[in-house]
């Protein structure tokens, strides 16, 4: 007798298991690319962007550091030119003093040397500063005589007056036409310096001067001296 037919049942694989492999290959690939999110490429831009932060950083105390070396430069420049100033004013003022010890070395040397009174009371130097801005025209008057010993002082007073021209020709000032300040007094043993202003006319060009001292007391003897009008000096 024959043997009866074998049957084999095979199963097609339904659609689940499709399904379940996409799944499954989308996890895959779901973890490859995490994995390749979280790689060495992504890991350095947090480096990059704390470095350009130092960066920043270093430049920002960069330019602090210039601004504050600017700024003590400029203060350096400053008291360069403060203190240059303050030289060139010093210079000045020691020009200033020399001339004033020029001045009164002058004036000493001709205290001491003779004078055409033969050791009388006389006149030393008069002498005229540029006018002030009122028109008044200041002097300076060195009266002297020679040392005595312990002479007793001598008193009395100067008289200037000023001859020269105007538009109506020549012209005589006595000291009353030349302000108050022409008759001065004086007191001294050896020496003094009188000071004080004139008053000449407008237009008049002085040309001589007249210098008359009269000493005070009985018997005292006046002295009268003529002089050129000298030319002005700075004041």
Partial sequence: MA???RWEVRRRPGPGRYVVGALAAAALAGAALWIGCRGPGRAEAPGRE?????VDADEAALRRELEMRLAAAERAAQVDREAVARARERIR??????????EELAFYRGV?????????????SFRVLAPRADGARPYRLILARAPRGEAEAVVGEARIGVSGRDGAGRRVLAPAALGPEATVRFRFRHFQELRGTLRLPDGFVPERVR???VPAGRGAEGVTKELPWPAAEGG
């Fill in 3 to 5: 043997a009866p037919p």
């Fill in 50 to 54: 704390a470095a350009g932060k130092q």
């Fill in 93 to 102: 003022a020691l020009q200033e003093e020399v001339a004033e010890l020029r």
């Fill in 211 to 213: 210098i008359e001292l």
């Fill in 112 to 124: 001491v040397a003779p004078g055409d009174e033969d050791g009388g009371l006389g006149v030393r």
